[in-house]
């Protein structure tokens, strides 16, 4: 009977003490996961962004953008945000890499040395940044002091991501994740070469996966996603990739406060419900887009804004309490009265911040002479400009192509709209203008086709819709369009000849499928000159100057049924 009370005693011991354990892992648990923040206490925090920096490290010819002006109006800004007891994160919406000379030939190094030294906290993996294959990108990845981040890039075959996929900040005991996305179109976009081994997958599937993830281990107060993808007006994206529209939509409301983009290059303020302003103007108000409860800001390009988005969180909200893009610089032409302009502030003069701008100063000026080398003179404009060479052929684009043709004795040239990159203006033409036009590094390619082959290989190029970057550019090619088909084809205004070898022109982009192209270099055929499309433009301009644009002016060798 004794025995019996104590086993009771016993048993009664262990069912209180696996009680205490329990409760005691409970309160453990409860303790770790309870919010950071205090109740009805509330907190403010700033994020400020760019995006599609492309190289743009130093100021343009006139004092625009630059990154030691960026530094002085974030430094402001870090300090008032401070002051008044808040945070402040600083993020990129990706593309660095490509776009100016002087910072192309250092694998924009001195990009990301600035950078670090205005204080970014994570950045988004543009496809740009595959303009480098993969080794260049780690070196980058070692100057920059901030995170590379893409959720969805992988590398082919396996569950291994190629960058991080996201990032937490405290922003004063408000937990902040930040994850990155980067556009799929991006296999399609960089040279194949530079993307062997890598793949990227579908932005929405890979967001609903990682925001799982974060929400359920790390529990945060905010989700931000720091995409380059675009923004496109009403999700209307085309034969381009989703964009950020897109993904707030496709996700469960609440899921993401705020996506800081990229890609696009376009500021993003509305003017209505998933209406952009089209024209804005710098340091007028801007609004962003707001889809599904989730804030969509971008900063147009180069550095020439920094959004900044002022948040207020009180217990569990998050308000967007102001928004605005301030410009660095930008200026425009006002009228003298007199029949001359001069160029004027939209807002005002920002200083340099002069320790970042002695430090970048050596990099601006290395190489210098070598790019400053006359090649030629031009009459008139070649026009290079986004809103053009991605919706018509322009003289530029048939400039270029006739120094390919040149090159390699070819019959056509076809090369895509976006790999046109700038304008050239009047005047003596330097080799660092033509960098400035075509600054990828391709290689001048050609290859032959019957005149058949040639005309299922027009079809797939003029599939490219307006406003892509696989916009198609044609020299000594006319023929009549109807829908899908193509007739009346004509080559140097010869009928074409179904049976006869034809010479193509292009890059080595697109002969590797570049934009979805037919993929041309497996072709028996198919010969890599070597030659880099500058150099080929450069000598095209030493051989012909002065080269008068009028001479370029494209005719209407498309002819829509």
């Not at 924009?108 to 543009?126: H, L, Q, R, S």
């Not at 780690?138 to 075959?157: C, E, I, M, V």
């Amino acid at each position: 009977m004794n025995g019996l009370k104590l086993n009771k005693k016993l048993t009664l011991l262990f069912i209180l003490g696996l009680f205490s354990v329990n409760a005691i892992a409970a309160v453990a648990t409860k303790q770790s996961i309870a919010p950071t923040w205090e109740k009805n206490k509330p907190y403010s925090f700033t994020i400020l962004h760019t995006n599609d920096h492309h190289g743009r490290f130093w100021q343009n010819d006139i004092g625009e953008y630059g990154l030691a002006a960026q530094k002085t109006v974030v430094d402001e800004i870090r300090k008032e945000v401070t002051a008044k007891g808040g945070k402040l994160l600083l993020l990129s919406g990706g593309d660095i890499n490509t776009g100016v000379p002087e910072s192309d030939v250092l694998q924009a190094k001195p990009d990301f040395i600035g950078m670090n030294e205005i204080g970014y906290d994570a950045m988004a993996v543009g496809n740009h940044e595959f303009d480098h294959p993969l080794s260049i990108i780690r070196d980058q990845q070692k100057w920059a002091h901030f995170p590379f981040l893409s959720a969805n890039t992988y590398f082919k075959g396996t569950n291994n991501r190629v960058f991080d996929a996201y990032k937490m900040f405290d922003l004063n005991g408000i937990k902040v994740a930040v994850f990155g996305l980067t556009t799929d179109d991006t296999i399609y976009l960089a040279s194949p070469k530079n993307t062997d081994g890598v793949e990227f997958r579908q932005t929405l599937p890979e967001a609903q996966k990682i925001i799982a993830q974060i929400k359920k281990t790390e529990r945060p107060d905010m989700i931000i996603a720091v995409t380059h993808m675009g923004h496109f007006e009403n999700g209307e994206h085309g034969t381009m990739a989703p964009g950020d529209v897109e993904l707030a939509r496709g996700l469960e409301t609440g899921d993401l406060d705020m996506i800081v983009g990229g890609h696009s290059q376009n500021p993003v303020c509305m003017a209505s419900s998933n209406k952009r302003i089209t024209e804005y103007v710098p340091g007028t108000p801007c609004s962003p887009d707001q889809q599904n409860g989730t804030w969509i800001v971008q900063a147009h390009e180069w550095g020439k804004y920094v959004g900044r988005a002022d948040f207020v969180f009180l217990n569990g909200k998050i308000t967007l309490q102001n928004y605005q893009l301030i410009p660095i610089n930008l200026k425009k032409e006002v009228d003298n009265g007199n029949d001359t302009k001069k160029l004027e502030y939209y807002t005002k003069q920002i200083a340099q911040d002069e320790q970042l701008f002695e430090k970048l100063k050596p990099y601006q000026e290395q190489g210098k002479q070598q790019l400053l080398v006359k090649s030629g003179e031009l009459i008139g404009r070649l026009e290079g400009e986004r809103s053009v060479v991605r919706y018509q052929q322009s003289n530029l684009g048939q400039l270029l192509l006739s120094a390919f043709i040149e090159k390699t004795h070819a019959d056509v040239g076809i090369m895509a709209g976006g790999m046109i990159r700038d304008s050239l203006i009047e005047g003596d033409i330097t080799y660092r203008d033509i960098l400035k036009v075509e600054p990828f590094g391709n290689s001048v390619v050609y290859f032959e086709l019957t005149g058949s082959e040639l005309i299922d290989y027009l079809k797939v190029a003029l599939s490219k819709k307006q406003g892509s970057g696989g916009f198609t550019h044609l020299k000594n090619i006319t023929l009549t369009r109807s829908g899908n088909n193509i007739e009346e084809v004509k080559i140097n205004n010869e009928p074409i000849d179904l049976q006869k070898m034809y010479r193509v022109a292009t890059l080595d982009f697109l002969a590797a499928g570049g934009d979805g192209y037919p993929i041309m270099n497996k072709l028996p055929t198919f010969v890599d000159t070597g030659y880099r499309e500058a150099d080929a433009v450069r000598q095209y301009f030493e051989e012909h100057s002065p080269i008068n644009a009028a001479d370029y002016e494209p005719t209407q060798f498309i002819i829509d049924k």
